[in-house]
Nanobody
């Protein structure tokens, strides 16, 4: 069993920055494939489908949704116990509930913001960007 807990959301004015964190924990004995895991950040606004924002694979491959390229940076600490999303130059359209997700063994397909099957999700942290 893997548990994910997000933090770092809040309210900020346009062009501001936020750093989201996601703490990853698991029951004793759970393992992770450090070369192939896939972890990611998603966001959702009411009335719209959840969309992928960024993903990171255990081999270091990073992928971003087009609208956040150059503004957001996904990273993970050693041991993959904490996932981060640094968000700069925020826009009102970046507002939403942000979720982290994990596939500890990389079995959900190509590691990318769209189409990967993540097995574990956090509860979300709200980001509000005002103009």
């Amino acid at each position: 069993q893997v548990q994910l807990v997000e933090s770092g959301g809040g309210s900020v004015q346009a062009e501001g920055s936020l750093r989201l964190s996601c703490t990853v924990s698991g029951s004793p004995g759970s393992t992770i494939d450090y070369n192939n895991y896939c972890m990611g950040w998603f966001r959702q606004v009411p009335g719209k489908e959840r969309e992928g924002v960024a993903t990171i694979k255990g081999d270091g491959t990073l992928r971003y949704e087009d609208s956040v390229k150059g503004r957001f940076t996904i990273s993970v600490d050693n041991g993959a116990k904490n996932l981060y999303l640094q968000m700069n130059s925020l826009k009102p359209e970046d507002s939403g509930m942000y979720y982290c997700a994990a596939d500890p063994w990389g079995i959900g397909g190509l590691c990318r913001p769209a189409g990967h099957a993540f097995g574990y999700w956090g509860q979300g942290t709200q980001v509000t960007v005002s103009s």
